[in-house]
């Protein structure tokens, strides 16, 4: 018998669907977690669990490289004495528990049940508010956790309530272990070099606020006011009244080391970046409660606004809760070095993998990646020019013994770095170094590349720029001799057949990647004003794309066949991302995605009982599997199938082992491997998926706006409330592609804070060559555009140039696409006060065109394209008003002859437009 593939596929599909369906039926709550981590960038966290009504705590992240890494949090990390007091008309809970919880990092949200007719609902969060300025980075790096009790009075009388929070710190955020009182609202942990501050506020009218021990809170809502480990607040609330009590929790530590891990002299006293804006905790304290609401506001708006869309609940919260890098993994210096954990490992860098996640620090907060941008360039090898390091724990040959993990803590000082041997595993000829790896050098052309989108800012990409095509030079050095791809060379898949002595190199993933990546350099060095090396990285991945096809499309391993196949497709998916043209012909990518799917759903390889089914489908590497083949399957139309792979990946974690969602590894499931504590770095890269399936992508350089998405088939060919990520303003997106007539999309974008756009990227989704494209702004049309249509295959675009950027605040633009041009109906006069004659409904060489205008002022007569698009100006003059004639000559004002076809006449004054429909015969 012959199986139908194409039938088999379908009915797979089928079936996952409603498997996926069946996850977002209901209510969504992500829960057993034991609680979200929370914390600055690089500072340590803190987590609530509201199933057990304690805390836990680490003043330190660096999951595979701090003390006791091998346990849980609740076994080496617990707050011995902890949790929430709750206090109602005479009654009182301690050490508050509930089961209605949920986590959506980095936020944490918890029901707990009713007291008195009081409700009590806590939500906790990190310092984190969107938006690119200095004082959100300061907030985001700064040692911070907020808890928020919200207190509503579901009763009929007034009554006394208070809430206290508890938290003996028993040294682990630094400090004494128990809490002296600091006035009523407070309590110190002191500590000359370490220490934290716990503090309370309450928005009630005239609170009452105590401190230290316990006391008499259990009878009348009061701690005792002397030394010890709870802060409270109470207050009366009125019949319907609601009532926020706020926990500010801070620490301040140094970090430092006497070993001497990377060069003779080097001190080892990088400390935290927060030391520059405060010199204890109750200075960061003091910051935090000023900014709680704005960020309360901010990031639980930032939360509410991506599950608030129509895409499935449960791939929502993966994007939110897969953003733990950031409070876990991240390290920014006192001197402003940042860079990040890998997380299975003690080590620090790996752009490699970091790259991959960047996407939501860059349209977030995109300091965080000038900051890491510069660190890698900085790192830069001088013995190999341009090539990236992947990380610097050199001399740290034993990452599971505490004393190597402790050294290794530390992040490479710039200072020295530059000829370092680096990551231990790797070694060619028995030399410990990485300047065989192309893919870093990509991947900090990609970083780059990323924040001239996100930022625009010109005078930085510009200082980058040497840097820049210095690292792409690399790449072309890594080449063999008459060819631009790097099929030599190794990457991040360092497979090793033979326990770590050989590497097999990765030509298929070096040689996919380096064409976006030329593409990249190539628009960095238009944008910079380098034409000359714009033309010539054009150039080279020109030559490159066809290199690749004639190297691979017939490769029998090629998408097939390893544990690490969807690399070998990765430069498409990153194209699609970056809205490059397709780098991979459309025959030979499907022809691909075909074998990818042919080969990981059916693994039988690994088929022991160490390795569950689910893993064995995301291969080795798991987060690049749902990241580059899934975003093939998206950049192909195919989100349905996209969204299987993602799914995957969601049930292996959040369905099957909740608790390890925010220590998720890279290995496969070994027996009780999958309960490492080791919080891999590459987790955001689900939002580059988020991104395809928007087909979303700001460029605030160019400003540039594509929006081309690729639809679900459960959200019935529409989009309601998308989250647009954007630095200066986020963004929301409503879309429908439902057919009205000949409208074949209604898209309606607006942002929070104006974002000028002066070009528009559609998807062309009418099946015609001149489809009709209409914008609304302020209630008006915008009529100075020009429509043309780009692309085949998969990517059949509509670019939209406008004659001037529009604003995109918060009322909005609208964009209609038809699939037959905008008819004369539609470009009605705006105010018809004037008019426009001619001789006949002809129009040539040397006949007149008669016209009168009711105010005097500029005047233009254009030629448009009966899709609206401009053709040319034929007239361009200030006019007085009144009547008026002109003869044409069958030019434009720039000497362009105008081809004869029909075209759409239009008079522009002072007073307003008026269009017409006119034949251009033959001159």
């Not at 530590?253 to 891990?261: K, P």
Request: proline share 4%; with cysteine.
């Amino acid at each position: 018998m012959t199986l139908n593939w194409g039938n088999v596929m379908s009915l797979y599909i089928q079936r996952t669907l409603v498997f996926l369906a069946v996850i977002s039926s209901s209510v969504f709550a992500l829960k057993g977690t034991r609680g979200t981590p929370i914390g600055g960038m690089g500072t340590g966290y803190v987590k609530y669990n509201a199933l057990t009504g304690n805390f836990c705590a680490s003043g330190k992240v660096p999951p595979a490289a701090s003390s006791g890494w091998d346990g849980a949090d609740y076994t080496t990390r617990k707050i011995a004495s902890s949790g929430f007091y709750f206090f109602a008309g005479g009654e009182a809970v301690e050490r508050a528990k509930t089961t209605d919880e949920d986590a959506r990092c980095p936020v944490y949200l918890a029901n707990f049940a009713a007291l008195k007719g009081i409700t009590f609902k806590l939500t906790a969060f990190g310092p984190y508010n969107p938006g690119d300025n200095p004082e959100n980075f300061k907030l985001a790096t700064s040692p911070l956790a907020f808890f928020d009790i919200e207190a509503t009075n579901g009763s009929a009388d007034a009554v006394d309530i208070a809430a206290a929070m508890e938290f003996a710190n028993g040294g682990l955020l630094g400090g004494a272990a128990s809490g002296t009182v600091d006035g009523t609202q407070a309590i110190s942990f002191s500590g000359e070099k370490d220490n934290a501050y716990l503090a309370v506020d309450c928005d009630a009218s005239s609170p009452v606020y105590s401190s230290g021990a316990v006391g008499t809170f259990t009878t009348n809502g009061t701690l005792a006011n002397t030394d010890g480990n709870m802060v409270a607040a109470k207050c009366s609330i009125a019949p319907g009244a609601t009532v926020h009590f706020k926990f500010t929790l801070s620490w301040w530590r140094h970090f430092e080391t006497t070993s001497t891990s990377y060069y003779p002299g080097w001190d080892g006293k990088e400390n935290y970046w927060y030391h520059n804006n405060f010199s204890d905790s109750k200075k960061v304290s003091a910051f935090g409660r000023e900014k709680f609401d704005l960020v309360k506001t901010g990031i639980t708006s930032f939360v509410n606004r991506t599950m608030a869309s129509n895409f499935p609940d449960w791939y929502k919260d993966r994007l939110l809760n897969n953003t733990y890098p950031l409070i876990h993994n991240s390290q920014v210096t006192q001197d402003g070095r940042l860079a990040f954990w890998e997380g299975l490992y003690g080590i620090i860098g790996t752009i490699d993998q970091g790259q991959h996640a960047a996407l939501f620090y860059t349209f977030n907060w995109p300091e965080v990646q000038w900051k890491e941008l510069n660190y890698w360039r900085s790192t830069a090898r001088n013995d190999f020019p341009g090539q990236i390091h992947h990380d610097f724990n050199k001399g740290i040959s034993n990452f599971h013994s505490h004393a190597d993990k402790d050294r290794a803590r530390f992040v490479c000082p710039l200072k020295g770095s530059n000829n370092m041997n680096d990551y231990w595993w790797f070694k060619v000829n028995g030399v410990q170094n990485t300047n065989t790896w192309a893919d870093l050098n990509v991947m900090f052309i990609f970083k780059a590349y990323e924040l001239m989108l996100a930022t625009g800012n010109r005078d930085s990409i510009t200082s980058y720029l040497p840097d820049i095509k210095r690292t792409a030079q690399r790449i072309l050095t890594q080449c063999g001799e008459g060819s631009k791809l790097p099929l030599n060379c190794h990457s991040t898949y360092d497979e090793s057949n033979d326990g770590g002595n050989t590497f097999n190199t990765c030509p298929e993933y070096n040689g996919s990647i380096v064409l976006p990546c030329y593409l990249a350099v190539s628009e960095i060095a238009k944008f910079c004003g380098d034409t000359a090396t714009a033309t010539q990285y054009r150039g080279y991945y020109e030559t490159a794309r066809t290199e690749f096809k004639t190297k691979f499309a017939n490769a029998p391993k090629f998408a097939t066949g390893k544990d690490y196949s969807e690399g070998d497709v990765a430069g498409y998916s990153w194209a699609n991302y970056f809205c490059f043209e397709p780098v991979m012909d459309s025959d030979f990518v499907t022809d691909a995605n075909r074998k990818l799917w042919a080969y990981y759903p059916t693994r039988t390889e690994e088929s022991g009982a160490d390795v569950e089914p689910l893993r064995r489908k995301l291969g080795k590497w798991g987060f690049y599997t749902c990241d580059h083949w899934g975003g093939v399957n998206t950049a192909l139309g195919k989100a349905d199938s996209a969204m299987i792979i993602h799914g995957w990946d969601h049930e292996y974690y959040y369905k099957n082992a909740p608790d390890m969602v925010f220590w998720q590894t890279l290995r496969k499931d070994k027996g009780s491997n999958k309960s490492q504590y080791a919080s891999y770095m590459t987790g955001p890269t689900v939002w580059r998926s988020y991104f395809q399936m928007l087909g979303y992508l700001i460029d605030n350089a160019n400003q540039r706006l594509w929006i081309r998405p690729r639809l679900l088939s459960s959200m019935n060919q529409k989009i309601e409330k998308g989250l647009l990520l954007n630095p200066s303003a986020l963004g929301t997106l409503n879309y429908d592609e439902t057919k009205e007539g000949e409208r074949t999309q209604l898209i309606n974008v607006s942002y929070d804070k104006p974002v000028a756009i002066k070009e528009f990227v559609v998807k062309n989704n009418t099946g015609k060559k001149d489809p009709g494209v209409r914008i609304t702004h302020n209630g008006a049309t915008v009529s100075d555009i020009t429509v043309k249509t780009e692309g085949s295959a998969y990517e059949k675009n509509i670019r939209i140039t406008l004659g001037s950027p529009v604003q995109i605040g918060p009322d909005g633009v609208k964009i209609e696409v038809f699939e037959t041009a905008v008819g004369i109906h539609d470009l009605r006069a705006i105010v018809p006060a004037y008019s426009l004659s001619l001789h006949t409904s002809h129009l040539r060489s040397g006949s007149t065109l008669r016209f009168s205008v009711d105010k005097s002022g500029p005047v233009s007569i254009e030629l448009l394209n009966l899709n609206g698009s401009k053709i040319g100006t034929i007239l361009h003059r200030e006019m007085v008003a009144g009547s008026h004639s002109v003869i044409w000559n069958g030019k434009t004002i720039h000497e362009n002859t105008v081809s004869s076809k029909m075209y759409i006449i239009r008079l522009k004054t002072r007073g307003g437009i008026l269009t017409k429909a006119i034949n251009v015969l033959k001159q």
